[in-house]
């Protein structure tokens, strides 16, 4: 997940992701803030920071932490669920941009493990292919559990959706009831009504 959003200052946007248990998630951003005479996106003044927040879903605070105007922050879920990323600048003195508006650039990755290419140089031949098929492995065990979530998720919305259409079926019979009877009370109302007129 690659994106930029805008933002103002102390202003606080989040983002949700959805991950599986056991997932390391890394996260990159850069703030970029708007120049008024060049009506442009700069970088970022030293001084200014971002505050990220992740809360698991089940409201816990995963990760709380002041960085830079660039950095990376990452956290492995502990829960399967919707993880709520908070990104917020800090308030400083030392910025005199107070209330322009700021551009977020963020890279989300959910379980990835970079190949460092500096120590695959440095080995030979057969540490590399080692090195490499090892990354592999563990790609494909990430794909097998995000694969295992997906059927958690899609069994529970099966079920939920079996519930539901249950219910309206529950419903329609109860309501059919209702207007039956409904129907038969103003026939024998009527009969009584028209027989007491002797109309009939």
């Not at 419903?171 to 129907?183: D, E, H």
Request: aromatic share 10%; with cysteine.
């Amino acid at each position: 997940l690659a994106l930029y959003f805008h933002s103002g200052e102390r202003e606080e946007k989040c983002i949700i992701e959805d991950v599986p248990t056991d997932t390391l998630v890394i996260g990159n951003y850069k703030v970029q803030r708007w120049d008024i005479h060049k009506h442009e996106f700069l970088e970022s003044a030293p001084g200014l920071g971002m505050f990220v927040t992740v809360t698991t879903p089940s409201a816990e605070v995963l990760l709380s932490k002041l960085y830079g105007p660039q950095g990376t922050f990452s956290f492995t879920s502990s829960l399967p669920g919707e993880h709520v990323i908070c990104l917020q600048s800090n308030s400083t003195r030392f910025v005199a941009f107070a209330g322009s508006k700021l551009r977020i650039h963020l890279d989300i990755r959910v379980g990835e493990h970079f190949l460092d290419e500096s120590v695959v140089q440095a080995k030979d031949k057969v540490n590399e292919v080692n090195f490499r098929l090892e990354h592999l492995i563990e790609q494909i065990h990430h794909i097998s559990k995000e694969q295992n979530y997906e059927r958690e998720r899609e069994e529970k919305f099966r079920k939920t959706s079996e519930e539901t259409n249950s219910n309206i079926l529950w419903w329609a019979i109860v309501q059919t009831l209702i207007l039956v009877s409904i129907g038969i009370w103003q026939m024998k109302s009527l009969r009584d009504f028209f027989i007491s007129k002797k109309l009939v």
